[in-house]
């Protein structure tokens, strides 16, 4: 599928000239990147390109929703064609599987971004590098002021964020904001750029419990034309992220594509594969998913979810649950509170609450220091959202770990 919405047309003639001159092999490494020994980037890739989902049947849908333990071949099912007039019907057996293994709990936090500096060059990205947006970053007091912001509203869980520049959010930078984090919250989550595994063990000591990575999409080619310069422009290294996290000693991953980018399907079909593949491989680790739709950045209002709409968005969320049943599953504020609601009513089991996408958005005196990567759906605080779970007849956690000794 070619999202017209997204593509090189958008770019300025001088920059595109500029890029093609430069432009670096985004399947080779650069120098300081670790490789790893790992085939699943190889084994989930063949498996996306190979992937027919025309080619399933009701039948084959029916079959999967019969199971108990879902293989890979039923995961391709429920994501088919011919899982969508079946949506209700799955929509039963999701919600089933989801209070079997989490009960009516659903996880709260809220994402705390310290930085919007980046090098990359990623056209859907308001982040990106030559977006001319206004950029910031957090000094410690800043983040310390924003935590605890956060931690009044009775949040125990957070989510740190910078853009992807190793030069003005290096690895110590990160460190020391997961330390401050550490004060205040029980579970600390960083979604920044890839790294080595020496690298996430140093997160880890300073107190990161997981790692979260967006691919943005499973497909090689595609993601060639969208990430034209920049570290994320390297394929095989971002894939490998997760596996590099385990490695280094934290607890839980975190898979997503983008979904609009590309198929989205075959998209899907690849994450969790991915998450599935490194399940096996690391049956300790911490499984999680994120579903994040396409949204309007500043500079480009041209992006936008269409290519996805809210039934594929269900059906997405409802074929992870029950292809791995023990993740964990979140819903962002990229969607509006009624789609949020709906998701956590029967699958997601995670959600965030008093977002805020860009720099300096939680504490008196720092408020809009820079300007956001992207528009939230949802501008809920966290009551509201603790208020209306309750309403749903669900039950809000502020954390879901504890630590002991």
Do not use: W
């Amino acid at each position: 599928m070619e999202n017209n919405h997204i593509n090189e047309s958008l770019l300025n003639e001088s920059i595109k000239e500029d890029l093609k001159q430069n432009r670096i092999d985004h399947m080779a490494y650069l120098p300081g990147m670790e490789a790893i020994d790992s085939t699943v980037m190889d084994t989930v890739v063949a498996a996306s390109r190979s992937y027919d989902y025309d080619k399933y049947t009701a039948a084959d849908v029916e079959r999967a929703l019969a199971h108990d333990n879902r293989t890979p071949e039923d995961f391709a099912a429920l994501l088919s064609p011919a899982a969508t007039p079946m949506l209700e019907q799955i929509a039963q057996v999701a919600r089933y599987e989801t209070r079997c293994h989490f009960g009516n709990s659903i996880c709260m936090f809220t994402p705390l971004y310290i930085s919007n500096y980046c090098q990359n060059y990623c056209i859907y990205c308001g982040f990106n590098c030559h977006n001319k947006i206004q950029r910031a970053k957090l000094d410690y007091g800043e983040i310390e002021q924003e935590m605890q912001a956060i931690a009044k509203s009775g949040l125990q869980e957070i989510l740190i964020l910078t853009g992807e520049s190793r030069a003005k959010s290096n690895v110590e930078y990160i460190g020391e904001a997961c330390k401050i984090a550490r004060k205040y919250f029980r579970v600390i989550g960083i979604e920044v750029y890839p790294m080595n595994s020496d690298e996430y063990a140093y997160l880890h000591k300073c107190g990161a419990d997981y790692v979260t990575v967006f691919q943005e999409t499973y497909n090689p080619d595609k993601y060639e034309t969208l990430h034209l310069a920049g570290n994320k422009r390297i394929f095989p290294y971002r894939v490998n992220a997760q596996e590099r996290a385990l490695m280094g000693g934290m607890r839980g991953v975190g898979f997503a594509a983008l979904l609009g980018l590309d198929d989205f399907r075959k998209d899907a079909f690849a994450t969790g594969m991915h998450a599935y593949l490194l399940q096996r491989k690391y049956p300790h680790a911490e499984i999680a998913f994120s579903c994040p739709r396409l949204r309007p950045i500043i500079n480009n209002d041209r992006i936008n979810p269409m290519d996805v709409h809210e039934a594929q968005l269900l059906q997405v969320v409802m074929a992870y649950r029950l292809f791995m049943p023990f993740s964990s599953i979140t819903v962002s504020t990229r969607e509006n509170p009624r789609v949020r609601n709906n998701l956590v009513n029967i699958a997601a089991t995670k959600i965030s609450a008093a977002s805020k996408t860009g720099i300096g958005s939680h504490a008196e005196g720092l408020k809009d220091k820079g300007d956001e990567q992207f528009e939230i759906d949802d501008s809920r605080s966290v009551e509201e959202v603790y208020n209306d779970l309750l309403e749903l007849g669900l039950q809000p956690v502020m954390s879901d770990y504890i630590y002991v000794g």
